[in-house]
Each structure stands twice: as structure tokens, then as C-alpha cells.
């Protein structure tokens, strides 16, 4: 399904009139209703804006893609605006979004809307593309440059022979000119797994110094040096640190996700140029260069294969299958049959070669790969909280609320009632406070979270992250078909 065949110039709206998300979201979806395409905008409306709050929609570079799957509709919809001004989506870089694609799928295709999400944010990244729909006035000029850069996508060059792949990326089978190849470098950019620009970790962390919890706890601890209770006062500290790490942790984690992305990517690369075999640096390589792919080698960028010589691939690195995928070298003319990452004519960077050898054109290098919008998305989506965490955020929000009130009716009682000193009435309600504040929660519950590992551990379980713990205590069925992850992929006999 392409992205171009989802909209027409009913589901386009060239000037957005909202300055907020809420009202572009609602503005979108209105001109859905109208073009027919759904029935209740207002129900969609709040499933969309729930799932904002939980999660933002908003890619880096001016681009936000609000989704949904919902009942009552039998095939995707979506809508395209463009916002001159540009709304605030929440975006990580900061910047405002100018280009808003929001699509809604039938709830039960949810592959069908992963790829379409893929496949979207793929599309509307080319910058050549992004700028050009800024700047038209026609909708059916837009529609036709989102035709046009669609013909230019992986998905366009499966069905295609040998010589017109070549020629659609104007290059030859001895592949590029040393020239030509650096003048696409400066136009394309490096091959390489970039990091989005975010807050420093040490900012990060102190922000978990600042929270409402721990400013609780830092009144507490001065408190205590005040009272001349040092030892507490330290004991506090302490534990306001260890919350803090808790959760810089989890953020931490987040931010390696990257480097281990790029350790899939190869440093060097055998490529042919002016028909000749070169060994270069993998950031060199640009669309159109012809790579040589062999046993034991991993792939540095999407290519379509053009030789193939009994080729199998795994694959894992993109889907978690360990099952390897033959490759071959002719056109598919339909590629309906097949998931994205098995299709048999394509390589994927990041995938290892397992046997045989071949040749390909590169069709995408950079965060323009697949394993290039992974990286992005590792970088972009948060972590929803497990229900345990869920309920822990909510009571340190009820018993910080309860223990500020008590102290502010304290303050009032020790100054009028029992006739204290301002300072005095300011110390007892501070006490108060602190009184009612459970310092020990956070750590309890990771020590008793991390117990239940160790114990699993013994049992050949391996956990990674604590919280999985408390959300499998709640599980009464695992659905799955992660053969040889879950498993040994191995085939014993047991009886002859």
C-alpha cells in the first residue's frame, strides 16, 4: 500500500488554520468526516489525544504522524495538512511541526499500520520531498511529488529488471565514478546511524533531583541537619540519589540503544567504482554505489540485489527471526506476497550474509535504511510504564498532596492554636511533611523486583529489565512465535 494512494485532494488541507495540536488534530479529522471517510470524529479524537499524552507523535525535522487503529472503518484512511507556522507537537529537537500526516487503520490490521507508520516516516524525512509539499499551492502537484518519491522507494525497484534499477539510480554495472560518488556523498550525507540531539545526561539526572518526590525528601534532609540529626539528614541524601539513579538508569539504557545498533553496521565495505573492486569506509557509501556481498558479511546499507548465487540471509537483527531468508536476484512483480523484510530480491544494512554471494544496488543509506528509522524510533518513543510503576507514580502524587496539606494545617494549628514561633510553626510543618513522606519505597520495590531475578535466573530465565518481573506475575498467556529465541533452534534426537 502507498502512501500516495491513501489521500486525495478531499483529504488534503494546504493551510492549516490551528495553532495547537488538540485543534490541527480535530481539524484533521473534520476533514475526514466530511470527505466520508469516518463517522465519529469525536470519539477518534479522544483515542488519538490519549495516546499523545501517553506517547508524542512528533518526529525530528518539522514532522508529526498522529495515528490510531480504531473500530468501524474497513480500510486505512488518512489526512495530509500542511501548517506554514508550524504547531508544537512535542517534537525532541524542539521544532515546531509544518508537516502533519494523521492516518487511522481498521483495529485489527495492526501490521497493515505499523508499515504504513514505516513507510510514512520514510517518505516524508526526504527533505527534497518535505520542502517541495511546503511550497506548492496545488494539491494535485502535492499528490503527484508524493507519487514521484514513492517510484523512488525500495518498494519501487522490486519488480524492476537489472538495467532499468541502474538506470532509475543512474548508475552502471562497474558502478560509480569516484566524482560522481562524492558528489552524492555531499547530497545524501555519511552512511552512519545518527543520534538525535536531547537533553545532556547531566541534565537528565538532575531532573530527577527536582521532582516533586525528591524535593519532598531534600526538605526533609535539611530538616534533619537543622535538628541536628545529621546522620538522617545523610540517610536521606543517599536515598534521593539512589531514586534518582533508578530512573537515570532506565534513560541511560535508552541512549546505548544507538550503539548497539551501529555495531550491526560494518566498518568497511567492498564496492566496485570505475569498474574496479575497492575496500571503503562504510560512512562512504551513497545510493547507487554497487556492493559485493559475501559469506560472513554484513550488509552496510538497503540495496536490490542484482546477483545472487545460492544467497541466504539472517534477518534477525530487523525481526528477532533467526529463520534465514533465500535471496534471489530477479523481479518480483507482486509483492504482496511477502512481508517487507522478506522480500527475496532486497537486502536489508544490519543483516548478516549466511552463505552464497551476490551483488546490489544501494537504494538507501544512513537514517534512510531500515535499521536506520529503527534507530530513530529507539531514540523517539518512550517506554510506557509497567502497571506496578504506573501505581507508584500515583501514590508518591497522592501522598505527596496529603502530606504538603497536613503540613500547611500544621503551620496554621502550632501558629495560632499552640502559639509557636513563625520559624517554630515552619519546622514543625516541615516535619510533618517529611513524616509522611516514605523515602524507602523505590528502593523496596526494585530490591524486591530485583530478588524475584535472581530467583529466575537460578530457574535459566534471563530478565532484562525489572519492571518485565511485575507485568509477567500479571500474564496468563504468552502468545508467540519467536522459534530459536525463545527456544534453542535446535533439532534433537531423543530416541532411535
Given at each position: 500500500?502507498?502512501?500516495?494512494?491513501?489521500?486525495?485532494?478531499?483529504?488534503?488541507?494546504?493551510?492549516?488554520?490551528?495553532?495547537?495540536?488538540?485543534?490541527?488534530?480535530?481539524?484533521?479529522?473534520?476533514?475526514?468526516?466530511?470527505?466520508?471517510?469516518?463517522?465519529?470524529?469525536?470519539?477518534?479524537?479522544?483515542?488519538?489525544?490519549?495516546?499523545?499524552?501517553?506517547?508524542?507523535?512528533?518526529?525530528?525535522?518539522?514532522?508529526?504522524?498522529?495515528?490510531?487503529?480504531?473500530?468501524?472503518?474497513?480500510?486505512?484512511?488518512?489526512?495530509?495538512?500542511?501548517?506554514?507556522?508550524?504547531?508544537?507537537?512535542?517534537?525532541?529537537?524542539?521544532?515546531?511541526?509544518?508537516?502533519?500526516?494523521?492516518?487511522?487503520?481498521?483495529?485489527?490490521?495492526?501490521?497493515?499500520?505499523?508499515?504504513?507508520?514505516?513507510?510514512?516516516?520514510?517518505?516524508?524525512?526526504?527533505?527534497?520531498?518535505?520542502?517541495?509539499?511546503?511550497?506548492?499551492?496545488?494539491?494535485?502537484?502535492?499528490?503527484?511529488?508524493?507519487?514521484?518519491?514513492?517510484r523512488m522507494g525500495w518498494d519501487a525497484y522490486i519488480n524492476l529488471p537489472e538495467e532499468e534499477v541502474l538506470s532509475e539510480l543512474e548508475t552502471k554495472k562497474g558502478g560509480l565514478s569516484e566524482q560522481e560518488a562524492r558528489r552524492r556523498l555531499k547530497e545524501f550525507g555519511p552512511n552512519t546511524?545518527?543520534?538525535?540531539?536531547?537533553?545532556?545526561?547531566?541534565?537528565?539526572?538532575?531532573?530527577?533531583?527536582?521532582?516533586?518526590?525528591?524535593?519532598?525528601?531534600?526538605?526533609?534532609?535539611?530538616?534533619?541537619?537543622?535538628?541536628?540529626?545529621?546522620?538522617?539528614?545523610?540517610?536521606?541524601?543517599?536515598?534521593?540519589?539512589?531514586?534518582?539513579?533508578?530512573?537515570?538508569?532506565?534513560?541511560?539504557?535508552?541512549?546505548?540503544?544507538?550503539?548497539?545498533?551501529?555495531?550491526?553496521?560494518?566498518?568497511?565495505?567492498?564496492?566496485?567504482?570505475?569498474?574496479?573492486?575497492?575496500?571503503?569506509?562504510?560512512?562512504?557509501?551513497?545510493?547507487?554505489?554497487?556492493?559485493?556481498?559475501?559469506?560472513?558479511?554484513?550488509?552496510?546499507?538497503?540495496?536490490?540485489?542484482?546477483?545472487?548465487?545460492?544467497?541466504?540471509?539472517?534477518?534477525?537483527?530487523?525481526?528477532?527471526?533467526?529463520?534465514?531468508?533465500?535471496?534471489?536476484?530477479?523481479?518480483?512483480?507482486?509483492?504482496?506476497?511477502?512481508?517487507?523484510?522478506?522480500?527475496?530480491?532486497?537486502?536489508?544494512?544490519?543483516?548478516?550474509?549466511?552463505?552464497?554471494?551476490?551483488?546490489?544496488?544501494?537504494?538507501?543509506?544512513?537514517?534512510?535504511?531500515?535499521?536506520?528509522?529503527?534507530?530513530?524510533?529507539?531514540?523517539?518513543?518512550?517506554?510506557?510504564?509497567?502497571?506496578?510503576?504506573?501505581?507508584?507514580?500515583?501514590?508518591?502524587?497522592?501522598?505527596?498532596?496529603?502530606?504538603?496539606?497536613?503540613?500547611?494545617?500544621?503551620?496554621?494549628?502550632?501558629?495560632?492554636?499552640?502559639?509557636?514561633?513563625?520559624?517554630?510553626?515552619?519546622?514543625?510543618?516541615?516535619?510533618?511533611?517529611?513524616?509522611?513522606?516514605?523515602?524507602?519505597?523505590?528502593?523496596?520495590?526494585?530490591?524486591?523486583?530485583?530478588?524475584?531475578?535472581?530467583?529466575?535466573?537460578?530457574?535459566?530465565?534471563?530478565?532484562?529489565?525489572?519492571?518485565?518481573?511485575?507485568?509477567?506475575?500479571?500474564?496468563?498467556?504468552?502468545?508467540?512465535?519467536?522459534?530459536?529465541?525463545?527456544?534453542?533452534?535446535?533439532?534433537?534426537?531423543?530416541?532411535?
Open positions: 500500500m502507498k502512501i500516495s494512494d491513501l489521500i486525495n485532494e478531499n483529504t488534503i488541507q494546504l493551510d492549516l488554520k490551528a495553532t495547537k495540536k488538540d485543534e490541527a488534530i480535530r481539524e484533521l479529522l473534520n476533514i475526514l468526516h466530511k470527505a466520508k471517510k469516518i463517522r465519529n470524529p469525536e470519539d477518534i479524537f479522544i483515542s488519538i489525544t490519549e495516546r499523545e499524552k501517553a506517547l508524542s507523535t512528533a518526529f525530528a525535522d518539522r514532522l508529526a504522524i498522529p495515528h490510531s487503529t480504531i473500530q468501524g472503518i474497513s480500510e486505512p484512511v488518512a489526512c495530509l495538512a500542511i501548517g506554514r507556522d508550524g504547531i508544537d507537537f512535542g517534537s525532541t529537537d524542539g521544532k515546531p511541526a509544518n508537516l502533519i500526516f494523521l492516518f487511522l487503520s481498521p483495529a485489527e490490521e495492526t501490521e497493515t499500520h505499523l508499515q504504513i507508520l514505516s513507510k510514512a516516516e520514510g517518505l516524508f524525512r526526504n527533505r527534497i520531498l518535505f520542502n517541495a509539499l511546503l511550497t506548492t499551492n496545488s494539491k494535485k502537484k502535492l499528490i503527484e511529488e508524493i507519487r514521484n518519491a514513492e546511524l545518527e543520534k538525535i540531539r536531547t537533553a545532556p545526561l547531566y541534565l537528565r539526572f538532575a531532573a530527577n533531583l527536582t521532582n516533586l518526590f525528591a524535593i519532598l525528601l531534600w526538605a526533609a534532609g535539611i530538616l534533619a541537619f537543622v535538628a541536628g540529626m545529621p546522620e538522617l539528614g545523610w540517610a536521606i541524601l543517599v536515598v534521593i540519589f539512589i531514586n534518582a539513579s533508578f530512573s537515570f538508569w532506565q534513560e541511560y539504557k535508552a541512549e546505548k540503544a544507538v550503539e548497539a545498533l551501529r555495531v550491526l553496521i560494518p566498518s568497511y565495505s567492498r564496492v566496485l567504482r570505475d569498474d574496479q573492486e575497492k575496500r571503503i569506509l562504510t560512512s562512504e557509501l551513497v545510493p547507487g554505489d554497487i556492493i559485493l556481498l559475501g559469506e560472513g558479511d554484513k550488509v552496510p546499507a538497503d540495496g536490490r540485489l542484482f546477483q545472487s548465487f545460492d544467497m541466504r540471509v539472517d534477518n534477525s537483527a530487523l525481526t528477532g527471526e533467526s529463520r534465514p531468508i533465500y535471496k534471489i536476484s530477479e523481479p518480483v512483480l507482486d509483492g504482496k506476497n511477502f512481508l517487507w523484510t522478506e522480500m527475496p530480491n532486497l537486502v536489508f544494512g544490519g543483516t548478516s550474509i549466511l552463505s552464497g554471494n551476490g551483488k546490489a544496488i544501494v537504494i538507501a543509506t544512513g537514517m534512510h535504511t531500515e535499521i536506520g528509522k529503527i534507530a530513530r524510533l529507539t531514540q523517539v518513543i518512550k517506554e510506557e510504564l509497567s502497571p506496578l510503576q504506573k501505581e507508584m507514580v500515583k501514590v508518591t502524587k497522592v501522598v505527596s498532596i496529603l502530606a504538603v496539606s497536613m503540613g500547611v494545617l500544621f503551620f496554621f494549628l502550632g501558629n495560632y492554636v499552640a502559639h509557636l514561633t513563625g520559624f517554630q510553626s515552619f519546622i514543625f510543618a516541615i516535619g510533618i511533611i517529611a513524616a509522611n513522606v516514605p523515602e524507602g519505597l523505590l528502593p523496596t520495590v526494585s530490591l524486591a523486583l530485583a530478588m524475584a531475578v535472581q530467583r529466575m535466573a537460578k530457574r535459566n530465565v534471563i530478565i532484562k529489565r525489572l519492571s518485565s518481573v511485575e507485568t509477567l506475575g500479571c500474564t496468563t498467556v504468552i502468545c508467540t512465535d519467536k522459534t530459536g529465541t525463545l527456544t534453542t533452534n535446535q533439532v534433537s534426537v531423543v530416541r532411535v
